[in-house]
């Protein structure tokens, strides 16, 4: 396999130093600015399957997929036909079209939780709508969050979150007033003892608990056997809404979302990036009784301009017919499994410690010689021996994400060739991160 010089990254250091005129740090969301991984960041030319090309023309397997969106491989022949097929009918219209129930039945039909659910344009807004929905529903001001959870930038939720808010080490962001924050209760995620006390401390100002079900802004970390079944009864008991935040494992890890997995059922489910397809498309959802005070049924106000877009709503629906074929997450499990086995195999042979987990279409690793159960064992993992590893697996045509507090996510494009480039590239940087 060529390798692909850093040196040779020429287009992409003069486009990120054009980004930077005109842009903050020249991104558009933070962590594509690879501070976390040292170096300037690689431009994309385009993506076709399981490969994104750079501006020079180097050609790199994909483990971050838009950060999840891209199930199918990147421009997917039908989910393209369907965005242009749509594009050639009108980009937006702010009006009813049949586009959103045709998406919103899928949804509804894959996730018994939810009887109606809401198109919105990105997952902050969905898990915002969640958390002003939950306050509605229990007239209650107070959330329970998990630190190192990120739910996207929600004033309210920025408050210990993970992914870029972690990779930058700025877990609390500037300018959210203290009162939003005073709002946000925080609990180390996978321990339902201190989630107990904490609920009973504030038996009724506790409008929900929002949670990833596997939390995927810290790595990737599942939770551990009872937590979920026990974030349930603990809502019962306390009249608190559960939120399970599946922007991420949302037809990401199973047909519908982690809750049809684990066998628990939150009360809001909040969903993203596949339901798009990479078009800015995300949703929030429930039953009937929470739904109904969704305006214009009840007194809890949310709109958007696009929100349902016609061509937003073909890519999701495009995206999610071809994720409903017979054994689509089976094969999507096993590349996965391929993958994070590979990982700890190469890793082990050189002498690395690394922690692997893998379910559906997602999977981790993180350099660590004990299991990472929460955001303080996240933070105790060797970044900086990860950022030597990412550099390294780009150079021989792999694009991790660029930060050791993400999840890594495959496609249905993945095949053998692929993977077996990831693997080969694997076994060979693990031994040259050890050296
Ligand atoms: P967006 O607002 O970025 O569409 O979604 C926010 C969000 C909400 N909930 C979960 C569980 C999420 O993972 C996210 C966003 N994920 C990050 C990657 N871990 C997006 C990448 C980025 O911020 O650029």
Request: proline share 5%.
């Amino acid at each position: 396999m060529p390798q692909v010089d850093s040196r040779s990254r020429l287009r992409s250091a003069a486009a990120f130093e054009r980004a930077t005129a005109v842009l903050p740090g020249g991104v558009n969301s933070p962590v594509r600015a690879f501070k976390a991984v040292g170096g300037s960041p690689v431009f994309v030319e385009r993506a076709a399957g399981p490969y994104v090309f750079d501006l020079d023309g180097a050609r790199y397997a994909d483990l971050v997929g838009s950060w999840g969106p891209a199930i199918v491989g990147h421009a997917h022949p039908a989910v393209v036909e369907a965005v242009v097929r749509a594009a050639e009918k009108g980009i937006s219209f702010g009006a009813c079209c049949e586009a959103e129930a045709e998406l919103g039945e899928l949804i509804v039909g894959a996730l018994p939780s939810i009887e109606l659910v809401r198109f919105v344009n990105s997952g902050t807004e969905a898990t915002m709508s969640a958390l002003r929905l939950a306050r509605a529903v229990t007239g209650r001001t107070k959330t329970v969050k998990f630190v190192g959870c990120y739910h996207g930038h929600v004033d309210s939720l920025l408050v210990a979150a993970g992914s870029g808010a972690a990779t930058l080490g700025t877990p609390d962001s500037a300018g959210v007033p203290k009162s939003f924050a005073e709002t946000t209760l925080l609990v180390a995620f996978n321990d339902a003892a201190a989630v107990d006390r904490l609920m009973s401390e504030h038996a009724t100002d506790v409008a929900a608990i929002v949670v990833e079900p596997i939390a995927g802004n810290m790595g990737f970390v599942p939770p551990v056997d009872g937590f979920l079944q026990k974030l349930r009864s603990i809502c019962d008991r306390q009249g608190s809404l559960l939120i399970f935040d599946e922007v991420m494992t949302g037809f990401r890890v199973a047909w519908g979302g982690y809750q049809n997995v684990c066998g628990v059922t939150p009360d809001i489910t909040c969903l993203g990036k596949v339901i798009g397809g990479g078009m800015p498309v995300a949703a929030y959802g429930g039953s009937r009784d929470v739904m109904n005070h969704v305006s214009p049924l009840g007194s809890m106000y949310q709109a958007g301009t696009l929100s349902g877009s016609p061509v937003g709503m073909a890519a999701g629906t495009a995206t999610l017919k071809l994720c409903s074929a017979d054994g689509f997450y089976e094969s999507l499990s096993q590349k996965s499994q391929r993958l994070a086995d590979g990982f700890s195999r190469a890793a082990g042979s050189a002498g690395d410690a690394l922690q692997t987990n893998a379910c559906g279409g997602m999977f981790g690793a993180s350099f660590s010689v004990s299991p990472v159960r929460n955001f303080e064992d996240a933070k105790a993992c060797d970044h900086k021996r990860f950022a030597i590893f990412f550099n390294l697996m780009l150079d021989r045509g792999v694009w991790l994400p660029p930060s050791g507090y993400e999840a890594m996510f495959v496609s249905s494009a993945h095949d053998d060739e692929a993977i077996e480039l990831i693997l080969e590239a694997a076994n060979h940087c693990f031994g040259e991160v050890v050296s």
